[in-house]
Structure formats: C-alpha cells, structure tokens
C-alpha cells in the first residue's frame, strides 16, 4: 500500500527522522511488553511480520525524494 509522494501504508515517510523511528512507530508496548527488545522488535518490522516491509533502501529514497520536493516547492514559492 504505497503511493508516489512517499507515503506506505498511511505513513508519511517525511514525518520519521531515521528508519529506526519508522520502524518504532510500528512497535507497540505490547510487543515490547513481550518481545523484551527494542531492535528483535525492530528486525520483525523490517521483515514483515509487524507492519509494513519497507525496508532502509527504500524509506531512504523516499525520504530523500521528499525533502528533495519539499525544497524545489519551497524555492518556486520566492
């Protein structure tokens, strides 16, 4: 569930500093509650099973193509 202005799955890749709080925003404290690690938790985001399956390469393009729009929007306005 993607679509070309860097949004997956009702997440706007832009909002997330680094692909760790991409990754987080999916984790809830139940899971930690269980899981008992933040990055088993991370790595079953990542894979998939929890979440979405964007992966670094990809939320990395996307966040830069967005910042990248976002500057070219921001100049065209002066």
Do not use: C, N, W
């Not at 008992?36 to 399956?53: C, F, I, M, P, Y």
């Not at 990395?60 to 002066?78: M, V, Y």
């Amino acid at each position: 569930m993607e679509d070309d202005s860097g949004v997956f799955a009702g997440e706007a890749v832009e909002e997330f500093r680094t692909y760790e709080d991409f990754l987080d925003s999916q984790i809830k404290p139940l899971d930690l509650f269980y899981l008992e690690d933040q990055e088993l938790a991370r790595q079953l985001v990542e894979l998939g099973h929890k979440g979405s399956s964007l992966e670094r390469e990809e939320f990395e393009t996307r966040k830069a193509a967005a910042e990248a729009s976002r500057l070219a929007s921001g100049s065209q306005q002066k």
